[in-house]
């Protein structure tokens, strides 16, 4: 597949090096690395996308993405998600178009699936054999499957405090598996970092790995492709920050290339009890320093207490946007959770945090009523199974399977269920 990517530019150095090579960090200054595009030859290129109707995937912006050939795609039909419209939320709010982006319906359960299925891709395609990534959960999941499916030797050391089912799932799917031991997020940090220097081992941690962010960008494109211009505003639960960089990416070259004629305002949601990006934001601070307790949140994919690089990446987004960063607290999640699941979406906590926050962001008048608000919701419930306990608890009547017992039950109702009662 063709591809408008030129090279890989350090944000620190700004030196440039060959997307054949198989990097992870910057290797002259350690720096982080970005994919450059052509954009003048995306701009001739762009109108394709309307014509390409082959598959729903993300691999429909083959050509928007790092270059991979065909033989070496492995997917899974990850993205084309659905944009559902909210029925109760965004009314009682008094918000004409909200929307939820639904990455519960990814084939690993998460949003995660976008990256992993172009970060594999692309390791097979510059001939990298195996990997590792450290992870939340989720990021373990999709990667062990993507690696599986693709013949791809994977490692995952997924986070004590995951659940017991994302740490059975990495497993499932065929990855070798370890559980990380911390008390800081530094620790991983700095065990990263010294992998990266010392030993020939390629890494598929956000940012550090430069490819998986960049499938992010396919949220943009999807959302400008559905809703025929890009959100006023979009709020995306943050832990590395991938997700919401990569969208912003996206639209900032859907911008360039003439598709919207507007950016969203990127809003970053973490827990409070960790909200490191809220307290930098406070502050007018470009860089955030670790915050809080990562034990202390039943948000598992978005609890860390600082961030990677100092979250440089992610505060930029959010004020060159002209967004913010929040935080919201254990029971405004919970009842998020219990209300998107009254829309039909049974979503884990950490992606739940977005409509946490978005109700914030209408308190604090962020939001206007015209605005067209996009929240993702970046994961299933299923994967958490005991937060799901957490927040409604497990049916308290039972009853024997009687005709009487039916008939009590029903006229306890309230009759509900009646054939006249709508
Ligand atoms: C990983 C994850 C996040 C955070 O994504 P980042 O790209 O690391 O910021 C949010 N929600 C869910 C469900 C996740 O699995
Ligand atoms: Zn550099």
Not at 52 to 76: A, D, M
Not at 165 to 176: D, E, F, P, V
Not at 267 to 288: D, K, L
């Amino acid at each position: 597949m063709a591809s408008y990517a030129q090279c890989l530019v350090c944000d620190d150095c700004g030196r440039e090096f060959s997307l054949r090579d198989a990097l992870n960090t910057c290797p002259a200054c350690g720096g982080l690395l970005e994919v450059r595009y052509d954009m003048a030859a995306m701009r001739r290129g762009v109108h394709s996308l309307a014509s390409c109707e082959q598959t729903r995937s993300i691999w429909r912006y083959g050509q928007f993405l790092p270059p991979v050939q065909e033989e070496n795609i492995v997917t899974l039909g990850e993205g084309g998600t659905p944009l559902t419209p909210s029925v109760h939320i965004g009314p009682a709010l008094g918000l004409k178009h909200l929307y939820f982006k639904n990455d519960t319906m990814m084939p690993t359960g998460s949003f995660k699936d976008r990256g992993f299925s172009l970060a594999v891709s692309y390791a097979k395609e510059i001939g990298v054999q195996n990997g590792f990534t450290y992870s939340s959960g989720n990021a373990g999941a999709s990667f062990s499957a993507y690696a599986s499916r693709g013949g791809f030797r994977a490692l995952v050391c997924v986070e004590y405090v995951a659940s017991q089912t994302k740490m059975a799932m990495i497993n499932l799917y065929g990855a070798r598996t370890a559980i990380l031991e911390f008390e800081r997020f530094a620790q991983i940090e700095e065990m990263l970092s010294r992998a990266s220097r010392e030993l020939n081992l390629y890494q598929f941690v956000n940012f550090i790995n430069p490819i998986r962010h960049e499938a992010m960008k396919t949220y943009a494109y999807e959302i400008v492709e559905a809703l025929g211009c890009a959100p006023d505003a979009m709020f995306h639960p943050v832990g590395t920050g991938g997700g919401l960089w990569g969208a912003w990416k996206g639209y900032c070259e859907l911008e360039a290339l003439g598709m919207t004629d507007r950016r969203p305002r990127m809003y970053c949601v973490q827990p409070a009890v960790t909200a490191h990006f809220r307290q930098a934001f406070a502050r007018g601070e470009r860089e955030a320093a670790p915050y809080g307790d990562p034990t202390q949140t039943i948000a598992q994919s978005i609890a860390a207490d600082s961030p990677l690089h100092g979250g440089r990446r992610i505060l930029k987004a959010v004020y060159e946007s002209d967004g913010a960063a929040l935080g919201v607290s254990e029971e405004e999640i919970l009842q998020a959770l219990r209300d998107l699941a009254h829309e039909g979406i049974a979503a884990e906590p950490a992606s739940a945090s977005t409509v946490a926050a978005l109700r914030q962001a209408c308190a604090q008048g962020r939001i206007n009523a015209e605005d067209t608000v996009v929240c993702v919701i970046t994961g299933s419930a299923l994967k958490q199974p005991a937060a799901v306990v957490s927040a409604c608890g497990v049916p308290q009547t039972r009853i024997r399977a009687d005709f009487d017992a039916l008939r009590a039950l029903l006229a306890s109702d309230g009759g509900r269920g009646g054939k006249t009662s709508g």
